[in-house]
T-cell receptor, first 113, second 114 residues
Framework: DAKTTQPTSMDCAEGRAANLPCNHS???????VYWYRQIHSQGPQYIIH???NNETNEMASLIITEDRKSSTLILPHATLRDTAVYYC??????????????FGTGTRLQVTL | EPEVTQTPSHQVTQMGQEVILRCVPI?????FYWYRQILGQKVEFLVS????????KSEIFDDQFSVERPDGSNFTLKIRSTKLEDSAMYFC????????????FGSGTQLSVL
């Protein structure tokens, strides 16, 4: 699976959009970009994933650059409850029964008043 | 939204003792996982399980670890003889099937080995 690079930490004011970047310059054509988050040592929570098109769901939007070497997770209106560690994970989808996720160190997002 | 349930939330044990961590995956899910997170470190994959057998395991998952799905609903992780370095938060996870990549995690069991 391709390696990802994320900033160690970021701050965001409540109500503002949080834009979390991820670099994955060695991504392969069949690798997806996944985002999970972990709120204060709870279990990781799935947010969104995509291959090359931008994706949006009720939690967030995922913007993937045309060359697929980087992406941005956007939380449109961050709240205090969005304070968490956000993980960008690149992996091949449907690789068989295992399909494990490999977590890095992620970005610690602090949402402030 | 359906949840993965883990019990107990905290487990304290003496070094050398056996522990069993329990998980109830979401009912229609077919793929099951255990991860662990040592305090301040990354979330690490331990093992995946499908069709009543281990699909993949990490180097961490040595002979002291075993998994079982004894009754079609529970999914357990057993550590036969705990070590101090087994102290960690253990997360169970499950997903529906091979084409659905969304992994659901439980809230974890904090294991403390004294």
């Amino acid at each position: 699976d391709a390696k990802t690079t994320q900033p160690t930490s970021m701050d965001c004011a409540e109500g503002r959009a949080a834009n979390l970047p991820c670099n994955h310059s060695t991504i392969s054509g069949n690798e997806y970009v996944y985002w999970y988050r972990q709120i204060h040592s709870q279990g990781p929570q799935y947010i969104i994933h995509g291959l090359k098109n931008n994706e949006t769901n009720e939690m967030a939007s995922l913007i993937i650059t045309e060359d697929r070497k980087s992406s941005t997770l956007i939380l449109p209106h961050a709240t205090l409850r969005d304070t968490a560690v956000y993980y960008c994970i690149v992996r091949v989808a449907n690789t068989g029964t295992a399909s494990k996720l490999t977590f890095g160190t992620g970005t610690r997002l602090q949402v402030t008043l | 939204e359906p949840e993965v349930t883990q019990t107990p939330s905290h487990q304290v044990t003496q070094m050398g003792q056996e522990v069993i961590l329990r998980c109830v995956p979401i009912s229609n899910h077919l793929y099951f996982y255990w991860y662990r997170q040592i305090l301040g470190q990354k979330v690490e994959f331990l093992v995946s399980f499908y069709n009543n057998e281990i699909s993949e395991k990490s180097e961490i998952f040595d002979d002291q670890f075993s998994v079982e799905r004894p009754d079609g609903s529970n999914f357990t992780l057993k550590i036969r003889s705990t070590k101090l370095e087994d102290s960690a938060m253990y997360f169970c996870a499950s997903r529906v099937g091979q084409l659905n990549e969304k992994l659901f995690f439980g809230s974890g069991t904090q294991l403390s080995v004294l």
